[in-house]
């Protein structure tokens, strides 16, 4: 056989005969616009992050609104660097900084079209905002959507009700929201003693809601707010933090919202202490709990902040959990 | 906070109000057919399977062409059932058969539009075949190839270079393969001896490359077959396998074609010899050596079989490997 050398199969530097350079995002190849994605501008070539699975009889869509990256410093409030930079390495994570996508999921849960949380609206980094674009991509209108189910009132779960100038992305849709979290951004005084840093949420929360909160649906927990669809209160992210049980002919799924960031750093390590979290405890507590049943029940769940398509299954591993991504499968 | 108990996160058989059914396939929500995805038909409803990344200056594109399930029973010549079954729970893959995908990757390679490998064309399994309306998903037009590259010459890595009815689906292209493989099933005294079981994919190389035998290029290991892509090789599976080494700007990524099938078996277990390798010893000698070096030098890869989008690292771990699936990047 050939003798496998390093040299052969890792060679850098060798003679790489001179390629004229193509335009960073330029589209490979040479398809016309109509047959690329429509976020493929501006995704700076990147095709749709979407995906498409069944639970029971819902027909499930992740459709990601985009990403962020978190710098490491400051991000865990009870970690060492050390430890973090190891496991960033471990899942060849880049040093410095977390690569966070934002991915809300649209469940066609018999006649009813609900999309469970709505991203950033195009409010935070130029890497977010295309949830609209992914879900026509997907042939999901946003005019068929009857309903909105929101896990809690961060700006990259509410964002994304209203376009940037004001006007609802989803106009035909009831929005559903967690009745603790409503008691919490609504509340004036809660306001007033928020850090200066949380302070910019509470404005969003008024921008959104103030001008339709007649008509904004609170629910409370352990209620089924769809059929099908059931709300579970998972606090410490934030006070009125939701999950929801999705569940149809005998499957099951579970919608984690943000119970954890990024599974390579907080399956791995649960005591871990994001700064996202607002009570940091109870968060950890919650977290171990639902992720303890999860695994032991081996139920498959959507993380909103784990990586696309942001969906598989929690096993325990040591002193914490390990994230199985699932097996895409390429037919529905 | 709320009690989180096991009815609450894990009901089943809970009162769920009945939902009417939507057709199996259906799509979600109420997108027209020219907002879809062109293969969502065929794929019953499935988004595209498409995945874009650069290497340095190169722009890639996994497009998968489907997948087949192979039933465990037979598939490992030298593995206790039970073993393999734990295998599969601990990976949250179904207990009787894999699920094996297969992804070409399409390599704009500076001015050069590379196709490594074309998957079925539509011979195998109801769930393959799907290569071309995925490529155009990505914008990538096949009549834009400038170059086939293949790898060995299994059905699923030849297959697409025809329609069934005999027409080449990338017209443009230059077909580069392995002169070692092309030496071993062009030799009427190989296929003579060759077991029944193999017969068919001697009649599938004639089939394919009778025809145009003097238009195919035949390349030896360790040659640069297009600027910035070097083939190498790497026996056992089949006796001119070939991975390819892709290489631009200090940046790189090896194609390890089937160097192993489905990376949570023979990556967790490189000695388990899958019925696909010719010859079992040399695919596992050539995997561990090739799997070493891409463990050692922390290397990107893309696998033939690997889940989509058949992209990521490996590690070593106990006495095998794990693979770590690429964190999903929403923007190119």
Known sequence: MTELTRRLILASGAAVAAAPLIPPGARAGGGGSESGS??????????????????????????????????LEGFISNADKADVEAVM?????????????????????????????????GRSAGTSGFLLDNLKAAGVDPESIDTLLISHFHGDHIGGIDSTDGKPNFPKAKILVPEKEW????????????????????ALVHKI???????????????????????IGAPGHTPGHTIFRIESGGSKLVFLADT???????????????????DPDM???????????AAEERVRVHGFHFPFPANGHLAKKDKGYRFQPINWEVVL
């Open 89 to 121: 390495k471990e899942f060849f994570l880049p040093p410095d900084a977390l690569p966070i996508s934002y991915t809300p999921l649209h469940v066609q849960a018999g006649d009813r079209s609900v999309l469970i949380d709505t991203g950033t609206g």
């Open 283 to 293: 968060a950890e507590e919650t977290r171990r709990k639902v992720f303890d049943m």
């Open 260 to 278: 954890t960031n990024h599974p390579a750093l907080f399956a791995t390590r649960p005591d871990w202490h994001a700064v996202f979290d607002m």
């Open 209 to 231: 809601f103030d001008h339709r909160k007649d008509e904004v649906e609170r629910f409370a927990w352990d209620s089924e707010v769809v059929p099908g669809i059931t709300a």
């Open 38 to 71: 429509p976020t493929s501008e501006a995704t700076g070539g990147q095709v749709p992050s979407i995906y498409r699975y069944k639970v029971g009889d819902f027909v499930l869509t992740a459709a990601c609104d985009g990403m962020g990256r978190r710098p």
């Open 183 to 202: 008691a919490f951004w609504t509340d004036p005084a809660e306001m007033e003693r928020a850090a200066e840093g949380r302070k910019g949420n509470f």
